[in-house]
């Protein structure tokens, strides 16, 4: 690409530029327009969930439905609230999904294509992926409404306490692979992560949903409580916005999971034919963002005090444990540092799994007895409370 | 060449907008523009609001965020951990180790001082 921008007369650095100004617009364009699927996705899916047909009248098997919204999107009309702060108001759609696509610069599409290789890319995805954070407060703030308030409060509480799992269980695969690049850990990977700590697969899966504000905890939008939440005065195409950067961020976090966990664009012959390995991360993603959309249509919104205390009081302690533990054993483990193909990873990867399982069922018999304890003491509650009520009914005879 | 990537991190975050922008200003010239009073007003399941919404709230929202601060800056540290850790010795897990208490200590003062506690 630079060579042919050299050919037609542009000099070295100006050709690089423009290559690399092709390359953001193909990232970005990519990014927006696979939104448009997968929202076909997601309703196909959540209608098989709920028993319905879901879109099939634009286009082939519905295809198209998403272009049409977006076109009727468009020709909306933006009714906005008179007293909105109007900076902060108009800034925070595009800064939601601003926040999203950013973190498509440093994805590795396969062996040869990756936007830019960052030597610290996953503290790069984590940073940029925190401004949608910034976002949410700003529209909940901005839009001067009430609902929209309450939820920017949550978003505060919600959004930001789930970072401190998903940051710590991000941890473990920079650890193992020793490098921040993405494409490095990708490499690293001749087994997929997700045998070696399912544990973290599972932490950073929760804690993704959580960040990205859906499923049971889509406390930030709350149709049956706070309307619509924090876009609940936005509309047209500003609106269209945050419903693309939910999207792109769903997407986006299967993405990762796939990358770091699931080895990313590795498969067979993805090395040789560069184009294939594209298709395996495609694939993958693909599978997570299933995994994410059942997990979302299967489970009830939880209560915002249950949210806080199963982050604090679970999620951080059991990641924490978790990171000690991976940490304690592959120092244990000799020559970690040099693992280059399949025959090395293997035994790593056995022993990491076993100490899982172990964790698995630590965890589990832990829950059974934290419910017992709680059943007990709500049993309690209804004995002291329904004492009185018999002791007054006798004094009336 | 490391120059050479952040080239296109920077082009991202000047593109990027431009990308966002597009859609939203084809809306402003396409969409039809009849605002009235009414339409006007927040949006509230159609009752008419009672004041503006900028008012106080209840603190128990920002007393996670300073929970999370102590922990985010923490993580800041155990990042560079993390990444060198192939390199170092065990010393570096012990290090950790201790790391990791002081920060279940706050987590633990925290809870016991009542301030995860939802009232």
């Given at each position: 690409m630079t060579g042919f921008l050299q050919d037609i007369g542009l000099s070295y650095e100006l050709a690089v530029l423009v290559a690399k100004a092709l390359g953001v617009a193909v990232v970005g364009a990519f990014g927006l327009l696979w939104t448009l699927l997968g929202i076909w996705i997601e309703r196909k899916v959540a209608a098989r969930f709920q028993d319905r047909v879901g879109p099939n009248r634009v286009g082939p098997f519905g295809l198209l439905q998403s272009i049409a919204d977006a076109v009727k999107i468009i020709l909306k009309e933006d009714i906005m609230n008179r007293?909105?702060?109007?900076w902060p108001y108009n800034l925070a759609p595009i800064l939601s999904t601003l926040s999203v696509m950013l973190i498509w610069a440093v994805i590795p599409f396969t062996a040869a294509w990756v936007g830019a290789d960052l030597n610290v890319g996953v503290l790069y995805l984590v940073a940029v992926g925190s401004l949608g954070t910034v976002a949410v407060i700003m529209a909940g703030w901005s839009s001067n409404n009430k609902y929209a308030l309450i939820s920017a409060f949550r978003a505060v509480a919600q959004l930001i306490s789930y970072e401190v799992p998903m940051v710590i269980s991000l941890l473990v695969p920079v650890m193992l692979a020793g490098s921040l690049s993405v494409q490095a850990i990708v490499k690293s990977q001749h087994i997929a992560y997700l045998f070696a700590v399912p544990m973290t697969v599972l932490i950073f899966l929760i804690s993704g949903q959580a960040e990205n504000g859906r499923g049971p905890f889509d406390l930030l939008e709350a149709e049956s409580e706070i309307?619509?939440?924090?876009?609940?005065e936005y509309s047209g195409m500003k609106f269209g916005m945050f419903y693309v950067g939910e999207f792109l961020h769903a997407f986006t976090l299967s993405v990762l999971t796939a990358l770091l966990f699931l080895g990313g664009w590795q498969g067979p012959l993805a090395e040789k034919i560069i184009p294939l390995g594209f298709v395996y991360l495609l694939l993958k993603s693909v599978f997570v963002y299933f995994v994410l959309i059942w997990v979302r249509m299967t489970l009830p919104r939880v209560r915002i005090d249950h949210l806080l205390n199963f982050n604090w009081k679970f999620l951080v302690p059991l990641s924490l444990i978790n990171l000690l533990v991976v940490a304690f054993l592959w120092k244990l483990m000799p020559d970690t540092d040099q693992i280059n193909s399949f025959a090395d990873a293997l035994g790593p990867t056995l022993v990491l799994f076993l100490a899982n399982v172990v964790m698995f069922a630590g965890v589990a018999w832990w829950l059974r007895e934290w419910a017992r304890r709680d059943r007990e003491h709500i049993e309690a509650r209804r004995a002291v409370v329904a004492e009185p009520a018999e002791a007054t009914a006798a004094a009336g005879d | 060449m490391i120059l050479n990537e952040w080239v296109f991190v920077g082009l991202f975050f000047l593109l990027g907008p431009v990308l966002l922008v597009v859609p939203i200003a084809l809306s402003k010239w396409l969409a039809p523009k009849r605002p009235t009073p009414i339409k006007q007003?927040?949006?509230?399941?159609?009752a008419e609001p009672v004041g503006l919404a900028w008012k106080q709230f209840r603190a128990e929202y920002y007393i996670f965020a300073l929970v999370f601060l102590v922990f985010d800056v923490e993580l800041v540290f155990m990042f560079p951990w993390a990444l060198a850790y192939n390199k170092l010795g065990l010393f570096a897990l012990f290090e950790m180790v201790i790391f990791v208490l002081l920060l279940v200590v706050a987590l633990v003062y925290t809870w016991r001082k009542g301030a995860l506690e939802w009232s």
């Open positions: 007293h909105v702060d109007r309307v619509a939440g924090f876009h609940i | 007003d927040a949006y509230e399941c159609g």
